[in-house]
T-cell receptor, first 115, second 115 residues
Framework: DAGVIQSPRHEVTEMGQEVTLRCKPISGHDYLFWYRQTMMRGLELLIYFNNNVPIDDSGMPEDRFSAKMPNASFSTLKIQPSEPRDSAVYFC?????????????FGPGTRLTVL | SQKIEQNSEALNIQEGKTATLTCNYTNYSPAYLQWYRQDPGRGPVFLLLIRENEKEKRKERLKVTFDTTLKQSLFHITASQPADSATYLCALVGAGGTSYGKLTFGQGTILTVHP
């Protein structure tokens, strides 16, 4: 298996622009997680899905952030409009069981820079 | 509020020695605790999981202990090698409430093993 795939790997955009991050989880995994990592706040869970359904989005910082999972093999995280404070590395992870009883497999991340 | 602290931001040791990393938590009742390794520019990689009713878990040169009374986990790497140099993250999985089933990560400890 190729592992969790994320695109793009790097994104540089200007404040106010829409940003869409993409993720393809490992085939057969039922859970998909979106995280954000910064030096100040570390690795934070934003939202997670089970069988394509959002289960907990309490970590989404504000309404500018939205996530979708239209099918088992694809998810997007959208920021509209983007702000400089959104600059971070965004990781997607997937697991077969819930994160509590199974390992999470992380993608390589998307480094987002908002100017 | 819930808090997870990893002993120090950076730990430097000599090759061949045992590295010991600490993860302390407060206001938390974890069901499980996981340790991940993260290399620069990459996503975290799962290493070990230990349950609340387990005291110790081993895997090759790695050993994890979990003391729910002290609210602490220790992560040991024996016979350390320069290739072990990385950031190590502890992550707690909540047993109930709003943290149920979700991974909450510590800030990480940067380990450098000198030849």
């Amino acid at each position: 298996d190729a592992g969790v795939i994320q695109s793009p790997r790097h994104e540089v955009t200007e404040m106010g622009q829409e940003v869409t991050l993409r993720c393809k989880p490992i085939s057969g995994h039922d859970y998909l997680f979106w995280y954000r990592q910064t030096m100040m706040r570390g690795l934070e869970l934003l939202i997670y899905f089970n069988n394509n359904v959002p289960i907990d989005d309490s970590g989404m910082p504000e309404d500018r952030f939205s996530a979708k999972m239209p099918n088992a093999s694809f998810s997007t995280l959208k920021i509209q409009p983007s702000e400089p404070r959104d600059s971070a590395v965004y990781f997607c992870a997937s697991s077969f069981l819930s994160g509590s009883t199974d390992t999470q497999y992380f993608g390589p991340g998307t480094r987002l820079t908002v100017l | 509020s819930q808090k997870i602290e990893q002993n120090s931001e950076a730990l430097n040791i000599q090759e061949g020695k045992t590295a010991t990393l600490t993860c302390n938590y407060t206001n938390y009742s974890p069901a499980y605790l996981q340790w991940y390794r993260q290399d620069p520019g990459r996503g975290p990689v799962f290493l070990l999981l230990i349950r609340e009713n387990e005291k110790e878990k081993r895997k090759e040169r790695l050993k994890v202990t979990f003391d729910t009374t002290l609210k602490q986990s220790l992560f040991h790497i024996t016979a350390s090698q320069p290739a072990d140099s990385a950031t190590y993250l502890c992550a707690l999985v909540g047993a109930g409430g709003t943290s149920y089933g979700k991974l909450t990560f510590g800030q990480g400890t940067i380990l450098t093993v000198h030849p």
